[in-house]
């Protein structure tokens, strides 16, 4: 299996601009997550899926971010307009979520973004 | 609300020492708690997995123990080796909401 692919790997953009994070799971996994990552903060969980449907965005910072899962294949993170503080890298994640006191997440690895 | 905390956050080794890693957390009302390893650049990889009802869990020369009670795991290390460097995470599942809580992570150096 490829495993969980992101894309892009590296993404540099200047403030106020709008930036798009790809995601393709492992197949047939039917959760989702996408967390983010920086010194500061370390590993938060933003939004998860489950059969593509978001289940859990309490982790979105704020409006200007947005995720969607259109199929069981693909998913986007979007900020929009970003800034310098969206600076981190951020990870995808998909779960076979066949027992949920066991879950266990396959990561990719990982989109480094800097807003400058 | 629960706090996962790893101390120390970097740990530097020679080559050949058992070494232990530790990781807290507030709430004892846990699932599993989980050890994952990232290397620079990269992804997590999950490690050990340990469920709530279990003491400890091994894998080759990886051996992770829980104490829900007193909110205490740790990773042993036996004899490390330069490509056990990384960079180690653990975190706890609460509920059967699939969220994990992650903490900061303890970064290994494993001098040659």
């Known amino acids: 299996d490829a495993g969980v692919i992101q894309s892009p790997r590296h993404e540099v953009t200047e403030m106020g601009q709008e930036v798009t994070l790809r995601c393709k799971p492992i197949?047939?996994?039917?959760?989702l997550f996408w967390y983010r990552q920086t010194m500061m903060r370390g590993l938060e969980l933003l939004i998860y899926?489950?059969?593509?449907?978001?289940?859990?965005d309490s982790g979105m910072p704020e409006d200007r971010f947005s995720a969607k899962m259109p199929n069981a294949s693909f998913s986007t993170l979007k900020i929009q307009p970003s800034e310098p503080r969206d600076s981190a890298v951020y990870f995808c994640?998909?779960?076979?979520?066949?027992?949920?006191?066991?879950?266990?997440?396959?990561f990719g690895e990982g989109s480094r973004l800097t807003v400058l | 609300k629960q706090e996962v905390t790893q101390i120390p956050a970097a740990l530097s080794v020679p080559e050949g020492e058992n070494l232990v890693l530790n990781c807290s957390f507030t709430?004892?009302?846990?699932?599993?708690l989980q050890w994952f390893r990232q290397d620079p650049g990269k992804g997590l990889t999950s490690l050990l997995l340990?469920?709530?009802?279990?003491r400890e869990q091994t894998s080759g020369r990886l051996n992770a123990s829980l104490d829900k009670s007193s909110g205490r795991s740790t990773l042993y290390i036996a004899a490390s080796q330069p490509g056990d460097s990384a960079t180690y995470l653990c975190?706890?599942?609460?509920?059967?909401?699939?969220?994990?809580?992650f903490g900061s992570g303890t970064r290994l150096l494993v001098r040659p």
């Open positions: 994640a998909s779960s076979s979520g066949q027992d949920f006191r066991r879950v266990r997440l396959f």
């Open positions: 975190a706890v599942q609460m509920d059967s909401s699939y969220k994990l809580i």
């Open positions: 340990i469920q709530s009802s279990q």
């Open positions: 899926f489950n059969n593509n449907v978001p289940i859990d």
């Open positions: 197949s047939g996994h039917d959760y």
């Open positions: 709430d004892s009302a846990i699932y599993n």
